[in-house]
Structure formats: C-alpha cells, structure tokens
Nanobody, 127 residues
C-alpha cells in the first residue's frame, strides 16, 4: 500500500516562500506520476502541479495558470520524494495542500485520476 506524507506547510507573509515535501512509502516513487492539489475551506480540490515519471516523460511538469512562474514541482526518485517550491506567495494561495500519486506515467491534472493521497499540509499566507 502506497502512503504519502506531506510536510513543510506553515504561515508565511505575502511575497514569501515555502517548500512542501512529499515522502512516498510502500513503493518506488519513480513508478508514479505525481501531483500537488490544494483545497480551501468550502471549495473543491484544485490542481496545482503535476510531474511525470522520468522514464516516460523525462519528468515533464505542468502547472495551473494561477501558479505558473511562481511554483516549481520536482522529484527525487532516489529519495522517494516530490517537492513543491512556492515563491511570491499570495493570500489566495492559502489552502491545505495535498500530494497525490497516479499510475498515469505522464501525470495528470485530473483529481479523479490519482490513486493515492496524502493527509495534507496547511499553508497560510497573510497579507
């Protein structure tokens, strides 16, 4: 059974930076496309970023328009981790951020295509 554990959330001022990390347990991360999603109170879970496997897509990444140019997703298969580097944070980035794994090698923006989810880590951006 694959288990995902996020870390790195917290409180940051507008314009600041945070790095979120996702550790993969129970299987080898390189077998999965990985993604980050976020969910604000009372809202749906939204796509943030996804990265494909190295062997299938060379680790190709894609981003939601709202975070493009500010967030970077990366993977370290040797460490079984996925990282989301967040810069120039805005109050509207405040959410619980979730790491997810999919058997789709290219990764995907579709929340319903992910097989495994972490418990989430909270990010709060103050104005």
């Amino acid at each position: 059974q694959v288990r995902l554990v996020e870390s790195g959330g917290g409180l940051v001022q507008s314009g600041g930076s945070l790095n979120l990390s996702c550790a993969v347990f129970g299987d080898t991360a390189r077998n999965y496309g990985m993604g980050w999603f976020r969910q604000a109170p009372g809202k749906e879970r939204d796509f943030v970023a996804t990265i494909g496997t190295i062997t299938w897509s060379g680790g190709r990444a894609s981003y939601a328009e709202s975070v493009k140019g500010r967030f970077i997703i990366s993977r370290d298969d040797a460490q079984n981790t996925v990282t989301l580097q967040m810069t120039n944070l805005k109050p509207e980035d405040t959410s619980v951020y979730y790491c997810a794994a999919t058997t789709l090698n290219a990764g995907t923006q579709s929340v319903n295509s992910y097989n495994y989810w972490g418990q989430g880590t909270r990010v709060t951006v103050s104005s």
